[in-house]
């Protein structure tokens, strides 16, 4: 059973469409986050979200808008994609405020064109 | 500079070799975190730890907390660890995870 689930796994879509990529987790975590990473392998959080509540949004462009509907989901939406956005998107989670092991989701493969 | 350096970035060894993979970081921190990648993308969490060392099997990870440096090390290593290892540090009263920039070894049989 997947603790950390994202789908899709590839998207492939063209520049200026909006697209969006889901993610839930069932381990109980209250926090959950959306990593980027980029073409070197480089990972880079992006957005952080405790019990449904932004905590962290790292300059990240407002084309880019999370949603937690509630603790166990976090999606990624994104408007008028650019090829810059091309990347891959991990979703993972962990118990927030102590030194705990963060899970991560197989990761969403962006492929803009 | 990185908040996270690793050390080396890519790395090429034949299968039954010695492996370490070095990872030093400039913010306190309450624990490390050694993830794994394998090609085809999913990261996997090996270690957390905050002191000492920690063992699985082949892979050992240590860390000293006062020179701020952390290895994992794979004894016996096989073609199947080829991989990217990434070393990730909690910050901002661990509301996030900082990365080094992963290093990537191959094992050739």
């Known amino acids: 059973d997947t603790a950390v689930s994202q789908t899709p796994k590839y998207l492939v879509t063209q520049m200026g469409n909006d697209k969006s990529i889901k993610c839930e987790q069932n381990?109980?975590?209250?926090?959950m986050y959306w990593y980027k990473q980029d073409s070197k392998k480089f990972l880079k959080i992006m957005f952080s979200y405790n019990n449904k509540e932004l905590i962290i949004n790292e300059t990240v462009p407002n084309r880019f808008s999370p949603k937690s509907p509630d603790k166990a989901h976090l999606n990624l939406h994104i408007n008028s994609l650019e090829l810059g956005d091309s990347a891959v998107y991990f979703c993972a989670s962990s118990q927030v405020g102590t030194a705990t092991e963060a899970f991560f989701g197989q990761g969403t493969r962006l492929t803009v064109v | 500079k990185n908040e996270v350096e690793q050390s080396p970035q890519n790395l090429t060894a034949q299968e039954g070799e010695f492996i370490t993979i070095n990872c030093s970081y400039s913010?306190?921190?309450?624990?490390l975190h050694w993830l794994q990648q394998h090609p085809g993308g999913g990261i996997v969490s090996l270690f957390m730890l905050s002191s000492g060392k920690k063992k699985h099997g082949r892979l050992i990870a240590t860390i000293n907390i006062q020179e701020k440096h952390s290895s994992l090390h794979i004894t016996a290593s096989h073609p199947r660890d080829s991989a990217v290892y990434i070393c990730a540090v909690p910050s901002q009263g661990a509301q996030k995870l900082v990365f080094g920039q992963g290093t990537r070894l191959t094992i050739n049989p």
């Open positions: 381990l109980g975590h209250d926090t």
């Open positions: 913010v306190g921190i309450s624990a």
